[in-house]
């Protein structure tokens, strides 16, 4: 449409313009200021978006985070690993992620949560490629069907989609962002992305101390670098009292916040 900004092509110069989109607040209720804790020298969030960029396939990175005062460190940190921050509010994460792609249009969203330290910057370029293949996707994600470990799943939205859920959407819906589109099917063109062997037992995100003591025990072998995700587990099978760290943590439903 004339006089309308066009968003330009993706990071590879080709196909849809995608933007990754990382939540990321100081609150949780079982482990307060998770996403700044180090790791190697690095926070839990610079990992996560030194993962995000390692892809290749991101036009633009932006950390969504809360107006709320204690978030204000999280802003700083964004500052400092050159990262885009936006702000908005701390219970409607699904406007938060609204407005970031009001400030950093594209054409598709990936999102990321920075309690993913170990998140592999490959499978975000597979879901990726998968994304670009299936002609009129609105959604494409590796926890439809889970054969991954939670912690390294990634998902992708059509931007017109992503608006659409703002409009549509209500209650924990707007707190998970892109839930009521794969919990609708009926509405949107969803698509699970699987990957060989099953991974799904494993816990390798960060939501408590037990998750904590692992992800440390992980980091402290591998050091800082992204791990591809087949050396990571043939590692894990190898240590059974790691895994055993956090194999009792429950994890929470989707309609809890």
């Keep these: 449409m004339t006089g309308v900004p066009q968003p330009a092509p993706d990071a590879n110069g080709t196909g849809p313009r995608i933007v990754g989109i990382v939540q990321a607040r100081m609150g949780s209720s079982r482990l307060p200021g998770k996403v700044l804790r180090p790791l190697?020298?690095?926070?839990?969030?610079?990992r996560v978006v030194r993962a995000a960029r390692d892809s290749g396939v991101l036009a633009d990175l932006v950390v969504a985070t809360s107006t709320d005062a204690v978030d204000d460190a999280v802003a700083v940190e964004c500052a400092r690993l050159d990262v885009a921050c936006h702000r908005g509010p701390v219970d409607d994460v699904l406007d938060r992620f609204v407005g970031a792609l009001a400030a950093h249009p594209g054409d598709a969203v990936m999102r990321f949560t920075a309690d993913c330290p170990l998140l592999d910057p490959e499978i975000i370029t597979l879901v990726a490629s998968v994304y670009r293949a299936v002609p009129g996707l609105d959604y494409a994600s590796t926890s439809i069907?889970?054969?991954l470990p939670r912690g390294l799943d990634v998902e992708i939205i059509r931007a017109d989609t992503l608006r659409t859920l703002g409009r549509l959407a209500t209650d924990h819906h707007r707190?998970?962002?892109t839930s009521y589109a794969y919990t609708h099917p009926e509405l949107f063109r969803v698509l699970g992305v699987t990957l060989t062997p099953d991974r799904s037992a494993l816990r390798l995100t960060l939501d408590t101390e037990?998750?904590?003591?692992?992800?440390?025990?992980i980091i402290d072998h591998f050091g800082d670098v992204s791990v591809p995700l087949a050396k990571l587990t043939d590692w894990l099978d190898g240590q059974p009292r790691l895994i055993a760290l956090n194999a009792d943590v429950r994890q929470k439903q989707l309609e809890e916040s």
Excluded: F, I, Y
């Design 40 to 46: 190697a020298g690095r926070s839990v969030l610079g």
């Design 210 to 217: 037990q998750d904590w003591a692992l992800v440390n025990a």
């Design 145 to 147: 069907a889970r054969t």
């Design 175 to 177: 707190v998970h962002v």
